[in-house]
Structures are given as C-alpha cells and as structure tokens.
Nanobody
Framework: QVQLVESGGGLVQTGGSLRLSCTAS????????MGWFRQAPGKDREFVAA????????YYADAVKGRFTISRDNAKNTVYLQMNSLKPEDTAVYYC??????????????????WGQGTQVTVSS
C-alpha cells in the first residue's frame, strides 16, 4: 500500500506562486515516477508534470512549461511542484500520483497506480 499526501494548495492572485508538496509512504519502488495532475471543474484530469525518482528526468505539460518546476527530495520521499506566474486557468484540484514501474517515455504521462487526495489551487483574477 502506498499513501500519498499533498499539501500546499490555497488561494493566490494571478502572477503569484505556490509550492505543492507530496510525501509518499508505504511501499517503495526501484524504478518509478511521481507526477502531478490537475482537474478543473467540468474538465478531465490532465497531466501537469512528472519526475523520474532515480535520475530526476522531468516532463511538463505545454501549458505549464517555464512556469512550473517539479523536483524531488529522495531522503524525504517527497515531490514538489513549484508553481510560478500562476494564471486563473491553473485553478484546479492538483493530485500527486505514483507510477511504480516506468519503462517507456509514455509511462510518465499515464498508467499511474497510486493517487493522493488532491489539494485545491485557486488563482484569482
């Protein structure tokens, strides 16, 4: 069993910043990725960013490139999402997720096995 706990969401004005954190506990994996997804009201969940735990390769959705940065702290088993220059369209529930076996490039964008409860990010205009 893997448990993911997100934190750091909140209300911020356009152009502001937030830093989301996600700490994993339970099972550990030798080759896995942690990612961030978001879901806005009335929309499907969409990929935001992901990082390979070993090596730190990172990937971003086009909508957040240049504004968001994903990173991880191996010792703390925590992944972060630094969100800068926030826009109202970034408003969503943000979810942390783990893909416990990444073999291909596409695995960073799909096939996630464990999910956190989500944290609300609201960007006011």
């Amino acid at each position: 069993q893997v448990q993911l706990v997100e934190s750091g969401g909140g209300l911020v004005q356009t152009g502001g910043s937030l830093r989301l954190s996600c700490t994993a506990s339970g099972r550990t994996f030798s080759n896995y990725a942690m990612g961030w997804f978001r879901q806005a009201p009335g929309k499907d969940r969409e990929f935001v960013a992901a990082v390979r735990w070993t090596g730190g390769n990172s990937y971003y959705a086009d909508a957040v490139k240049g504004r968001f940065t994903i990173s991880r702290d191996n010792a703390k088993n925590t992944v972060y999402l630094q969100m800068n220059s926030l826009k109202p369209e970034d408003t969503a529930v943000y979810y942390c997720a783990v893909n416990d076996r990444v073999r291909y490039y596409s695995d960073y964008f799909q096939g996630y096995d464990y999910w956190g409860q989500g944290t609300q990010v609201t960007v006011s205009s």
